[in-house]
């Protein structure tokens, strides 16, 4: 029988106290998902490009404002609308209808991840995109290292709303369950300002105090 590293052990351990303190549903947690798209998971802006794309009606259409006329007579405009959802992102100010492609896509990601909720699991719920992205540090609080503009960030940013909102919009008890400091994951969602626009709003809404 394979024996289990005892840093994994450790770390096994810390999650299920973390998880017999704070995982357990109260009436102001679970009231706090409608008003949301809810998904099943994995989060839809965790999906690969091709995945998402075949979930995605896409349509183009000509650009206005300032670029010339070439710009004006060809179609370059991408819109995309995400079925399952509803959620829509467009893109027009490349020359390209490739570049604009590529930035509609990434619209569409951190739509996703502002505007849908999933589930978040008993246990262990970080994926493993986001144990890549804060790995722990012997059973204590990891670093989260993922830049704003990386292709990573929609999918780590979802994680962290989701979980949030699994616990009640509190950062502390949030970032116990994705081993990480709470600091760390408000800085995270500062990184987008719609998301934490979203997260005070919300906040202010349930009677908590703004973050900062």
């Not at 995309?80 to 893109?91: K, N, R, S, V």
């Amino acid at each position: 029988m394979p024996v289990r590293p005892q840093n994994e052990d450790k770390e096994s351990a810390w999650i299920a106290r973390l998880d017999a303190s704070i995982s357990r549903p109260t009436p102001a947690r679970t009231s706090l998902v409608p008003g949301f798209i809810t998904c099943p998971r994995p989060h839809p802006s965790s999906l690969d490009q091709d995945l998402l794309l075949s979930q995605c009606d896409l349509s183009r259409g000509r650009s206005g404002g300032p670029g010339g006329q070439h710009r004006n007579k060809v179609e370059t405009l991408v819109h995309l609308t995400h079925e399952p959802t509803g959620i829509q992102a467009h893109a027009g100010e490349r020359r390209s209808v490739t570049e604009n492609k590529r930035e509609a896509i990434w619209r569409l990601r951190l739509a996703l991840a502002v505007q849908v909720r999933c589930a978040v699991l008993n246990g262990d719920a970080r994926s493993d995109l986001w144990k890549s992205r804060c790995p722990t540090s012997r059973g204590g609080p990891g670093r989260i290292s993922v830049s704003p503009t990386h292709d990573d960030y929609p999918a780590v940013l979802a994680e962290a709303l989701d979980v949030l909102w699994g616990c009640g919009l509190e950062p502390k008890p949030a970032a116990a369950r994705l081993c990480c400091t709470a600091s760390q994951l408000v800085k995270l969602l500062k990184d987008h300002p719609p998301a934490f626009v979203l997260l005070n709003t919300h906040r202010a809404a349930h009677g908590l105090r703004a973050l900062k």
